[in-house]
């Protein structure tokens, strides 16, 4: 067989998008909300992948290369995958960012009903209280308490009132969340 048509080594070929990671499915007809602080970290982390890491490790295979034998350079091999990792992360960024829909949750300040950006607390059917912060895909980290908007409970909650009760589905049934309180970071505005 031609070596055209043989992987490399380790698996990966360097145009290969299919190792991407799985972007979470955004509802059809939707838009990828993210607040501007996860718009602005994605940026920083984008710029610093290419302006700072890429080149350091471009830098090091380089030199690696340029100590002879490849095929058992520490340096070459790892600084080559580490490439590879870094290209894939800044094609990930580069899409997301592109895709991105920038929303202040601060314009709805005051508001008692819920809409992305929201810190919504709830009482389920069991009487257990929970807090969480509606916020975009790309930044919701739910060891912080944050959900995704796209996630099932949040989903649940959104357009809901202070006083009103939904309906979140289940793979055990329909349980009823009951909305207590509805908050919203402060507008730039109103931090002077």
Do not use: C
């Not at 992987?7 to 299919?18: L, N, T």
């Not at 990828?32 to 290419?50: D, F, M, R, S, V």
């Not at 009823?176 to 109103?190: G, I, N």
Request: hydrophobic share 35%; net charge negative.
């Amino acid at each position: 067989m031609s070596k055209a048509f043989t992987k490399e080594p380790d698996g990966h070929q360097d145009d290969d998008d299919d190792d991407l990671p799985r972007l979470p499915q955004i509802p059809p007809g939707s838009k990828n909300y993210i607040t501007p602080q996860g718009y602005a970290a994605l940026k920083t982390e984008l710029l610093a992948l290419i302006d700072e890491e890429r080149p350091k490790v471009v830098e090091t295979v380089h030199w690696a290369a340029s100590n002879g034998d490849r095929s058992e350079n520490g340096d070459y091999l790892y600084g080559k995958k580490r490439l590879r990792e870094i290209d894939r992360r800044i094609r990930f960024l580069t899409k997301r960012l592109e895709m991105a829909e920038v929303v202040e949750p601060s314009v709805h300040s005051g508001s008692d009903q819920v809409f992305f950006g929201a810190t919504v607390t709830y009482v389920d059917d069991e009487e257990v209280e929970r807090t969480i912060t509606i916020l975009g895909i790309d930044e919701a980290q739910t060891s912080q308490g944050q959900v995704s908007w796209v996630a099932p409970v949040a989903r649940a909650l959104l357009k809901a009132r202070v006083g009103d009760e939904v309906p979140l589905p289940t793979p055990a049934g329909v349980r009823m969340l009951e909305v207590l309180a509805v908050q919203y970071p402060p507008s730039p505005a109103q931090l002077k």
